[in-house]
């Protein structure tokens, strides 16, 4: 075989002659080799990954320049989880002014090189108690509203709307269960991946610079954000999305909804909205779901209540028309009738 520039399967043929092995004297040496060319593609793929990843992660919550803090969100959840998360902020910020104030008025105004001699004394109860009490005071004071938010965020009852959300590898299907107290039956089914301008652009040597991907008509920069099909719901209604997964473990996220639920094959969660501001609103998978993960992007188009119930009639009239269009073609045809 030396010579040849080939050879043939070694062991249990993991290795062969486009590993650029010559003979079995270089396997010993451990000598196999990668062209520059694979090398680099693998570089390319690596960097690829770890640019759709970092991507995926701002998609997530669909930052804005310079944001430095949670959004505020569009829903009534939303707006008291920012309430509390200012207020714990205020707290810390409070109690570290204090803590680290003390701090270094202790190191700089009572060192030893001024003099300063230390006291004595090892205890002081109402020193202690203090320390104590006000500590435990305060996460009372945080716990008890956190607790209430809790209990109202999973309180999806007296929903005027349900929409089952179904995760795969990779997209999303979104099944209109009831409106306004009737089940909705009519409607299709609505199949939610990645637009195909942001597919392509995210493929290997497409030749597709990501940042051309925009919105035609707003401009905005939607790359791995838009998708093909949004989720269409009406504003001013409360919206129970009931949650789970086909295939593996996904996630459903949409930040100014503060709606969050993992989806989990054979278990359905609950989560609700209701949004009084009609919009685009997007959302991420986020939990790791395979190699395509960043992929899954999620747009919910919340639009005013009259314009929502006039689509949900054209949906269901088109629907109609689809159903007795496929009935026609399956019906058999009645022979002519013989001449005689």
Same mark, same amino acid.
């Given at each position: 075989?030396?010579?040849?520039?080939?050879?043939?399967?070694?062991?249990?043929?993991?290795?062969?002659?486009?590993?650029?092995?010559?003979?079995?004297?270089?396997?010993?040496?451990?000598?196999?080799?990668?062209?520059?060319?694979?090398?680099?593609?693998?570089?390319?793929?690596?960097?690829?990954?770890?640019?759709?990843?970092?991507?995926?992660?701002?998609?997530?919550?669909?930052?804005?320049?310079?944001?430095?803090?949670?959004?505020?969100?569009?829903?009534?959840?939303?707006?008291?989880?920012?309430?509390?998360?200012?207020?714990?902020?205020?707290?810390?910020?409070?109690?570290?002014?204090?803590?680290?104030?003390?701090?270094?008025?202790?190191?700089?105004?009572?060192?030893?090189?001024?003099?300063?001699?230390?006291?004595?004394?090892?205890?002081?109860?109402?020193?202690?108690?203090?320390?104590?009490?006000?500590?435990?005071?305060?996460?009372?004071?945080?716990? !008890?509203?956190?607790?209430? @938010?809790? +209990?109202?965020? /999973?309180?999806?009852? =007296?929903?005027?709307?349900?929409? #089952? $959300? !179904?995760?795969?590898?990779? @997209?999303? +299907?979104?099944? /209109?269960?009831?409106? =306004?107290?009737?089940?909705?039956? #009519? $409607?299709?089914?609505?199949?939610?991946?990645?637009?195909?301008?942001?597919?392509?652009?995210?493929?290997?040597?497409?030749?597709?610079?990501?940042?051309?991907?925009?919105?035609?008509?707003?401009?905005?920069?939607?790359?791995?954000?838009?998708?093909?099909?949004?989720?269409?719901?009406?504003?001013?209604?409360?919206?129970?999305?009931?949650?789970?997964?086909?295939?593996?473990?996904?996630?459903?996220?949409?930040?100014?909804?503060?709606?969050?639920?993992?989806?989990?094959?054979?278990?359905?969660?609950?989560?609700?909205?209701?949004?009084?501001?009609?919009?685009?609103?997007?959302?991420?998978?986020?939990?790791?779901?395979?190699?395509?993960?960043?992929?899954?992007?999620?747009?919910?188009?919340?639009?005013?209540?009259?314009?929502?119930?006039?689509?949900?009639?054209?949906?269901?009239?088109?629907?109609?028309?689809?159903?007795?269009?496929?009935?026609?073609?399956?019906?058999?045809?009645?022979?002519?009738?013989?001449?005689?």
């Amino acid at each position: 075989m030396q010579g040849s520039g080939q050879v043939g399967l070694w062991r249990h043929g993991f290795l062969n002659a486009e590993l650029g092995v010559s003979d079995y004297s270089d396997l010993s040496k451990g000598a196999i080799t990668m062209s520059s060319s694979n090398c680099k593609r693998r570089i390319t793929g690596a960097v690829a990954a770890l640019g759709a990843i970092l991507v995926s992660m701002a998609a997530a919550a669909d930052p804005v320049p310079w944001q430095m803090n949670l959004p505020e969100g569009v829903t009534p959840i939303s707006h008291q989880i920012w309430n509390l998360h200012m207020a714990a902020l205020w707290v810390c910020v409070a109690l570290g002014i204090l803590v680290f104030g003390a701090m270094f008025i202790a190191i700089f105004r009572f060192r030893r090189s001024k003099g300063a001699v230390a006291e004595t004394w090892s205890h002081n109860t109402l020193l202690e108690l203090g320390w104590t009490i006000v500590p435990v005071l305060i996460l009372i004071g945080l716990a !008890t509203p956190a607790t209430i @938010l809790t +209990r109202e965020m /999973y309180n999806a009852t =007296d929903a005027q709307m349900t929409v #089952k $959300v !179904t995760g795969y590898q990779w @997209l999303w +299907r979104y099944d /209109y269960v009831s409106y =306004d107290g009737k089940p909705v039956t #009519k $409607v299709p089914t609505i199949y939610s991946r990645l637009a195909w301008d942001s597919n392509t652009a995210r493929q290997l040597d497409s030749g597709v610079n990501p940042w051309s991907v925009v919105d035609k008509q707003t401009g905005f920069h939607d790359y791995l954000l838009d998708v093909t099909h949004p989720l269409v719901i009406p504003a001013g209604v409360k919206v129970r999305f009931l949650i789970t997964a086909d295939d593996v473990i996904h996630g459903w996220w949409v930040p100014d909804f503060a709606a969050k639920r993992d989806a989990i094959p054979g278990i359905m969660n609950d989560a609700w909205a209701k949004v009084d501001k009609p919009g685009i609103y997007r959302g991420q998978c986020y939990v790791l779901c395979g190699q395509d993960h960043s992929a899954m992007p999620i747009v919910v188009k919340v639009l005013p209540k009259d314009q929502f119930n006039a689509w949900l009639a054209e949906q269901q009239s088109a629907a109609a028309l689809d159903k007795a269009a496929r009935t026609a073609q399956a019906a058999p045809q009645k022979p002519a009738p013989a001449k005689g």
